[in-house]
């Protein structure tokens, strides 16, 4: 089991910038993966970015030049530098961390409780 613990959210006003964090504790095995996702209600949950263990990272469009994923693999945590902040970018925001294909497991994603991002206008 994994379990995530977010933080970092909070209201700022348009132009404003945010720092939100996400670490993983658990029986984490190997990460493939972590990022971020939102969600608001009524659309699906939707991609913010995501940093592979790799170390390739990609983007929303809508975040690109605003947005900066980072991860700290020895701590196991992923940080996500919000700038220029758009009250579009309101929305509840999800950590997410997947899993490595195991013998008895195929990629397995977990889910953080969500932090809530408030832009004003």
């Known amino acids: 089991q994994v379990q995530l613990l977010e933080s970092g959210g909070g209201l700022v006003q348009a132009g404003g910038s945010l720092r939100l964090s996400c670490v993983a504790s658990?029986?984490?095995?190997?990460?493939?993966?972590m990022g971020w996702y939102r969600q608001v209600p009524g659309k699906e949950r939707e991609l913010v970015a995501r940093?592979?263990?790799?170390?390739?990272?990609n983007y929303a469009d809508s975040v690109k030049g605003r947005f900066t994923i980072s991860r700290d693999n020895a701590k196991n945590t992923v940080y996500l530098q919000m700038t220029s902040l758009k009250p579009e970018d309101t929305a509840v925001y999800y950590c997410?961390?997947?899993?490595?294909?195991?013998?008895?497991?195929?990629?397995?994603?977990?889910w953080g409780q969500g932090t809530l991002v408030t832009v004003s206008s």
């Open positions: 658990g029986r984490i095995g190997r990460i493939d993966a």
């Open positions: 997410n961390v997947r899993l490595s294909p195991t013998i008895a497991f195929t990629f397995r994603d977990y």
């Open positions: 940093v592979f263990t790799i170390g390739t990272t």
